[in-house]
């Protein structure tokens, strides 16, 4: 049983990463296409919507992401003005319809995501940067999970390609593959992401004297109780 679970763990993952890379690389191509394009493009309504549909074919086409966006920030020069753009859609309650959460010019004082370790940390990585456990108390207000990766424009970071994945949703997934082992996900600094033992909560730190690795990726490590 071990072993389908580690494989389903690793499913979950690569999807997320799969398609937080696809989602990056489908805004990057689309700004190419377009002719004349700079930075200040990004906020005509024409683009927007080309960056938006990319995001809705994102959460449609991954069951396990619930929220989808792009980020960006622009700082200052002597050719641009400064800009912040926000994009994040997520799925309802009904899992039909994606609800547009529009944060730009207006709101950037209220809500600076480049104080978000998937934002900060996501350049650095060049590849997928993922985040969580952690409670989203911007979006959902759950614990949740965020894959991000950089975009780029001429060569130059021009934001964050992301998706969330709720840990509400990796425990459905998980739990049938691990009702006979007292088992323990977590993210490489031990916060607990799934958890098969009453003792042990979401959140929580692991104690790890007290469980064994039985299975390691690069971002998350799977311990069996002692």
Known sequence: MLTTLCKKIDSIINSMIDSTG?????????????EGVNLEHLLEPSVR???QEHIKKTLNSNVYCSGAGFASHIEATGKNKEFWLLEWWY??????KQVNLDLDQATQQRLDFRTFEWFKQ????????IHGPYVDYICNTSYTITSAVPVYFNQQ???VAAIDLLVSRVEDELLPFATNDKVFLTNKERRIVFSSHPKFRVGDLLDVSLASVVYEND????????
């Open 122 to 129: 996501a350049p650095a990585v060049g590849n997928a940067f």
């Open 91 to 96: 799925k309802k309650a009904d899992g039909v």
């Open 49 to 51: 919507k080309t960056i």
């Open 22 to 34: 696809m989602l990056a690389k489908d805004i990057e191509t689309s700004l190419a296409e377009i």
């Open 219 to 226: 971002y998350f490590n799977l311990y069996q109780a002692k």
């Open 157 to 159: 970071f021009l934001g």
